[in-house]
């Protein structure tokens, strides 16, 4: 039949023929013509609903807006008077100790005693408080009438009760203190000039507003341009009210025009990108359906559609479907199963079910995945701490053990509805590959891995802080030898103690374990980790600081945090090394200060800050060359803390002297010892609500404007905002913050087995101590009326830990003297370093 109509194709024209062809022209500019109308009726409909979407967005972004520009001067108004309440408060303190410590004094009892005139005593007393004029009136005399009315006011209050601070303003604005002495004799009336306060008070960059202070509903200091709306109101020590008037950095009132100018001119750019884009479209669609509408009418002919381009696959496609169609009917044979058969096994077949198993099976094949996961392997006791889980590594702790561990922390995190895991590790020479071991576990329990790489463990917490998951495990060996590593894990939100590790190892005995195929993804968080600390912490001025990293993991982010917050920075030991080369990154022991502090004092620099190996335990060193413990470090973080929170509940350790305990106590706090363990203290942070908590061990966790973990870059940060409020140098502000002589953390060798033995025992003779007061909380604490003494097992080393702390070298003596004799008894062959 194709054969019979192809000649006819080649016949002349009958008189009907041009008809035709004028009909099949017609109807194909008519198809094209009623494709053009469709689209430019789409055109039309859609570029008017671009346009109202894009106007009630313009108008809901409007209203935001508004609201986002308040928000915005409101915040930025409230970091701005804090700076001057800062200033303020450490002024007050400061002073309201210095007045108190004078009125018990022995300069004082003694001017009481004699017959010194006022004059005279006046003089001699005011030498002893900077920049202060202090007075001394006898029980029974009258204030002097040279006295002024507020003064004389404080006096008469101070007889019966302790009268408020009071700030008189002027060119020269004054504190008046009025204090009894603790024997009843006499009032003390101290008049401190503030001028080197305000002078820093005058430097600070109040923008375009200001700040109005008030004390008891009276206005007495104004900083800046104090104009414009309230933003912010905050409240400092003796009663002041600090409120922000006006709008920081102004120029809000200008960025709604802007902001309409630019939204105009996209909606112009949308719908003009939007109009060529639906012109392309209307022609390729015309064009198209022409081509479609030709090849219909020539459908059966030789060569039909040869040579025509379409646009749109969807449309080719039909019109090879017209071919075939064609093709049935040009044939003279039915269509046979046959036929269709060996059509149906060319290169168009469909592939059979098996094809899409051997895909999966290839896509199984995981480059983390490793069959000998599943091997059995007996997880040693002793490498579950207190805290976390710590080995020496290829003896203790092997990759394969970190594997079985992974997939049981994946197994767990899972049940909690946590499904993606942070990892880190420091800088160790097996953490690497321990780290890669931790991933495939964690993987084969179907969980998604994000791998921040090599960070300090402090990083991670703020990852699980601010992130969408709340676990994490870091792979470090923290202050320990080189030789071992471990893991810290945080599942959902809460650190592993003991029990919980236990309960790993119970898991992966019992075959407790998920399986799944997760995924591993880099993620940098390092950047986001800088730009929160140095957002949080504001520093009055540049201080010049020394940072040894001891080669861990914090050489990687230290350095450029503390340029971010503008210091000087000299590093020290900043390149990462897992062999330790220079000294070992544990700022708990002294000898491994000798560099900082030797580089302390060639620099001159303000303060010398030292970390242990993953950056969560913090040393500090003077200009002077002195160590400060972390006890008295910490006595100085509650002495800033309390002025803003009075009444808080402050966390310390066992191990901490106890002269913190009574800074908190006369600060208004209230003071709760807990074991030592940075698990233990987290937990006890969350269940008391506490804003700050520390360990002896440089464990520092500030819950107030920061997230309750163990960060000791931002502790340090936050050191630093402290000594930049002051006028004196470090050492002069920790010579107002003592203790007793104290010993440093000192540690007996013991095994891990053998050292909860010896506490059995050593627990077992107590009642050697019975004239003191004893505490088995974590150990064995007992405190006497001229110092105390501690032992207990180590939570991170095969040791006794042991400190001491004496109100004077004879003190201190007799009480490690007790303690040795008792632990010589139980075991005489210990290795006592005291």
Not at 61 to 86: C, F, I, K, M, W
Not at 181 to 198: F, K, M, N
Not at 578 to 583: A, I, S, V
Not at 796 to 815: H, M
Request: charged share 20%.
């Amino acid at each position: 039949m194709g054969k019979k109509q192809q000649p006819a194709d080649k016949n002349p024209a009958t008189p009907d023929q041009p008809d035709r062809k004028s009909r099949k022209k017609a109807g194909s500019k008519a198809s094209r013509h009623a494709a053009a109308r469709g689209i430019q009726r789409f055109m039309l409909a859609s570029a008017a609903i671009t346009v109202l979407l894009i106007g009630v967005l313009g108008a809901g972004l409007s209203y935001l807006h508004q609201g986002e520009r308040e928000r915005t001067a409101n915040q930025a108004a409230h970091a701005l008077v804090l700076q001057p309440a800062a200033l303020l408060s450490q002024a007050i303190n400061l002073s309201q100790a210095s007045v108190e410590t004078l009125a018990a004094s022995y300069a004082v009892r003694d001017a009481l005693a004699s017959g010194r005139s006022p004059e005279v005593v006046s003089q001699q007393l005011s030498s002893q408080l900077p920049a202060s004029r202090v007075h001394l009136i006898r029980i029974g005399e009258l204030p002097r009438a040279t006295l002024s009315f507020t003064a004389r006011d404080l006096v008469q209050q101070a007889r019966e009760h302790t009268p408020p601070v009071v700030l008189l303003p002027g060119n020269t604005p004054q504190l008046l203190f009025a204090r009894r002495t603790p024997d009843g004799q006499g009032i003390l009336l101290v008049e401190q000039d503030l001028s080197d306060t305000l002078k820093h008070l005058r430097r600070l960059d109040m923008q375009t507003g200001g700040v109005r202070i008030v004390q008891a509903g009276t206005p007495v200091l104004q900083l800046g341009n104090p104009q414009g709306p309230e933003r912010a109101t905050v409240q400092a020590s003796g009663g002041l009210t600090l409120t922000y008037l006006g709008t920081p950095g102004g120029g809000f009132d200008e960025v709604g025009p802007l902001a309409v100018l630019g939204f105009g001119c996209v909606l112009v750019l949308i719908l003009l990108g939007q109009w060529l884009v639906l012109r392309a479209i209307s022609a390729g669609i015309s064009r198209d359906a022409g081509h479609l509408q030709q090849h219909a009418q020539e459908a059966g002919r030789a060569g039909a559609g040869i040579g025509r381009r379409y646009t749109f696959s969807a449309l080719e496609a039909v019109r090879n479907q017209l071919d075939k169609l064609a093709g049935q009917r040009r044939s003279s044979r039915p269509a046979s199963a046959a036929s269709r058969g060996s059509s149906s096994a060319g290169g168009s077949a469909s592939p059979p079910p098996d094809a899409f198993l051997d895909i999966l099976v290839e896509d199984d094949a995981h480059p983390l995945i490793d069959d000998t996961a599943a091997r059995k392997i007996a997880l040693p006791d002793d490498i579950f701490r207190a805290s976390d889980i710590r080995g020496v590594v290829g003896r203790t702790l092997t990759p394969d053990m970190v594997e079985l561990l992974g997939q049981a922390i994946g197994s767990e995190a899972g049940e909690q509805g946590q499904h993606t895991v942070l990892v880190a590790r420091d800088g160790r020479t097996s953490s690497d590959e321990l780290s890669q071991a931790l991933m495939r576990g964690l993987v084969r329990s179907g969980r998604e891995v994000l791998d921040i790489g090599a960070m300090p463990s402090p990083v991670l917490y703020y990852g699980t802080a601010v992130m969408d998951t709340q676990t994490g495990v870091v792979v470090t060996g923290s202050h320990n030898p080189s030789t071992y590593n471990g893991l810290k894990i945080i599942i959902g939100g809460e650190t592993l103690g003991r029990e919980r590790l236990l309960a790993l190892k119970a898991r992966i005995e019992e075959d407790r374990l998920s399986e799944g195929l997760g995924e591993v993804i880099s993620r940098d968080i390092s950047e986001r980790y800088l730009h929160a600390v140095s957002d949080d912490i504001l520093l009055a001025r540049p201080l010049k600081v020394v940072v040894d990293c001891g080669n861990g993991i914090t050489g990687v982010i230290a350095p450029q945090l503390f340029q971010a917050l503008g210091c000087e920075v000299m590093p020290l030991f900043t390149e990462v090394d897992g062999h330790f080369p220079n000294h070992h990154p544990d700022p708990g022991r002294p000898e491994n200060l000798h560099a900082l502090i030797q580089a302390v004092k060639q620099h001159g620099a303000d303060i010398g800050i030292a970390f242990d190996g993953d950056g969560d335990r913090l040393g500090v060193v003077t200009p002077a060359g002195e160590i400060i413990w972390p006890d008295r470090l910490l006595m100085l973080y509650v002495r800033d803390l309390l002025t803003r929170s009075p009444g808080a509940d402050i966390l310390y350790d066992v191990k901490c002297s106890r002269e913190l305990t009574k800074l908190i106590s006369r600060m208004g706090g209230r003071p709760l010892m807990v074991p030592s363990g940075y698990a233990q203290m987290k937990a006890k942070l969350r269940e008391t609500g506490a804003p700050l908590a520390g360990e002896l061990s440089g464990h520092i966790f500030f819950a107030d404007r920061w997230h309750g973990v163990e960060d000791a870059l931002y502790a340090a940060a936050r050191l630093l905002e402290i000594l930049a409020l002051e006028s004196a140098g470090a050492d002069s502000v920790f010579a107002r913050l003592k203790t007793g002589l104290v010993t440093p953390e000192l540690l007996i060798p013991a095994s891990d087995t053998g050292k909860f033995e010896l506490m059995d025992k050593l627990l077992a003779r107590q009642d050697a101590f019975a004239d003191g007061s004893i505490t088995t909380l974590d150990g064995l604490r007992v405190d006497f009326d001229d110092g105390w003494g501690l032992v207990r097992a180590s939570n991170t080393v095969p040791a006794l830990s042991v400190r001491f702390e004496g109100r004077d070298k004879a003190a201190l003596q007799r009480i490690a003297g007790l303690f040795r004799t008792e632990l010589q008894a139980i075991e005489p062959k210990l290795k006592l370093p005291f």
